[in-house]
C-alpha cells in the first residue's frame, strides 16, 4: 500500500498515531515557524533551545521542580509518538516514510500527545524492523538520550527503558485498534516487528516481554511527581519513599 500525502490511514488510530503532514488553519498558527527535532537535540542550535522549552512545559503540567524528572517523563512521551508513528506506518502501509529530525518539526508547548508535523511525505522503503530501528532508535532516540543526559543527567538505562515502554505500549495499542476493526493481518505484523525490535541490542536489555504484557527494569520517575504513583510496567510495585 502507498504513502499517502497525508497518512490518512493512522488517523483512526488516535493522537499518538495520527501525524499532521498539513499546515494548521487556526488564525496565527505557523508550524514553519516550530523547531524542528534535529535543532532540539542538538547542543548549539541557534535561538531558544526547544529541548528545554518542553521540558519546562513538562515539569509545569506535571507540577514538579526537578528537570530531571520532567525531562524523563517528556522523552517518554515523545518516544511514543515517534514508535506509534512508525509502527502503524509499517503495520498499515508496509512502508516508512522519511522520519528524519530535520524533517519532523514539534509544538514544544503542546500537551500530549506531542504535536509534531512532518513537512513533507516522502517514502523511505520498506516498514521492516531494520527501517524501524533506524528510523526512531538510531535517528531520534540516540542523539535525544544524549541530549538528555548531557544537559539533565538522565541516566541511559532509565531512558532506554522509558524508549522499550513507549514501543510496548505503541505495539499494544495499534493491535487493540486491529482486532476492533477486525484487521487480523495488523496484529500478526506488529508483534513481528516488535519483536525483532525488542531483539535490538539497545532494547533487549529494557524488559521482558509476555504477549502484549511489558515489564520495564528501570523507573520513568513518575513516582516522584506530585500525587503520581508506579505505572502499569514499572520495576517497582510501589513508589520507593519520594521526598
Given amino acids: 500500500m502507498d504513502l499517502d500525502p497525508e497518512l490518512a490511514a493512522l488517523r483512526p488510530l488516535g493522537g ?19 523547531p524542528t527535532l534535529e535543532e532540539a537535540y542538538a547542543p548549539d542550535a541557534p ?20 528537570a530531571r524528572v520532567a525531562a524523563s517523563i ?4 515523545l518516544a511514543a509518538r515517534l514508535w506509534s508513528v512508525a509502527l502503524g506506518c509499517a503495520a498499515l ?15 514544544t508547548a503542546a500537551a500530549a500527545p506531542d504535536d509534531l508535523w512532518l513537512t ?4 523511505e522503503g520498506p516498514g521492516d524492523a531494520a527501517a524501524l530501528a533506524d528510523a526512531v532508535l538510531h535517528g531520534h532516540l540516540g542523539p535525544l538520550e544524549k541530549a538528555l543526559r548531557d544537559r539533565y543527567g538522565v541516566a541511559a538505562g532509565l531512558l532506554r527503558g522509558n524508549a522499550g515502554s513507549a514501543l510496548a505500549g505503541a505495539a499494544r495499542e495499534l493491535e487493540r485498534w486491529a482486532r476492533a476493526q477486525g484487521r487480523t493481518d495488523v496484529p500478526t505484523r506488529t ?12 532494547l533487549r536489555p529494557t524488559g521482558t516481554r509476555t504477549a502484549t504484557a511489558f ?3 528501570s523507573c520513568c ?15 517497582f510495585t510501589r513508589p520507593p519513599n519520594a521526598p
Fill in 191 to 202: 508483534r513481528a516487528l516488535t519483536a525483532e525490535l525488542f531483539d535490538h541490542p539497545l
Fill in 47 to 66: 535561538g531558544p533551545d526547544p529541548l528545554a522549552v518542553r521540558v519546562r512545559a513538562v515539569g509545569e503540567r506535571l507540577r514538579t521542580a526537578e
Fill in 215 to 217: 515489564r520495564r527494569r
Fill in 120 to 123: 513533507e511525505v516522502r517514502e
Fill in 74 to 77: 517528556g522523552q517518554q512521551g
Fill in 221 to 235: 520517575l513518575y513516582y516522584r511527581v506530585p500525587g503520581g504513583g508506579v505505572c502499569g510496567d514499572c520495576c
Fill in 93 to 107: 502501509y508496509g512502508r516508512l516514510p522519511d522520519l528524519r529530525p530535520g524533517l519532523l518539526r514539534w509544538d
Fill in 16 to 34: 499518538f498515531f495520527a501525524l499532521r503532514t498539513t499546515p494548521r488553519t487556526k488564525e496565527n498558527s505557523d508550524p514553519a515557524r516550530l
